[in-house]
């Protein structure tokens, strides 16, 4: 069973930046497409930003597009959402998984951005 343990969050103020990761176990990581979502308050969980498996395509959530940037590390079973000029509608917690949401959900990591 892969496990997902997401790190990096915090609060930050508004043109801030994060940096998150995401561990996963397993070897199979490598063979997935990987994304990042998010879920606000109140709202449903949505993917923002995803990576194929050699990482040579990304996609993103036209709300985050430009701002921020995913990658990953097979080496380190691990993907990373670097996220720049933060806004408040960026507050959620952030989750990774498959592109299809195919493993158990981890705990995910609260970001908070303040106006």
């Known amino acids: 069973q892969v496990q997902l343990v997401e790190s990096g969050g915090g609060w930050v103020q508004a043109g801030g930046s994060l940096r998150l990761s995401c561990a996963a176990s397993?070897?199979?990581?490598?063979?997935?497409?990987m994304g990042w979502y998010r879920q606000a308050p109140g709202k449903r969980r949505e993917l923002v930003a995803s990576?194929?498996?050699?990482?040579?395509?990304?996609t993103y959530a036209d709300s985050v597009k430009g701002r921020f940037t995913i990658s990953r590390d097979n080496s380190k079973n691990t993907v990373y959402l670097q996220m720049n000029s933060l806004k408040p509608e960026d507050t959620g917690a952030y989750y990774c998984?498959?592109?299809?949401?195919?493993?158990?959900w981890g705990q995910g990591t609260q970001v908070t951005v303040s106006s």
């Open positions: 998984n498959t592109a299809t949401g195919l493993w158990p």
């Open positions: 397993g070897s199979i990581f490598a063979i997935r497409t």
């Open positions: 990576i194929t498996p050699t990482g040579g395509i990304t």
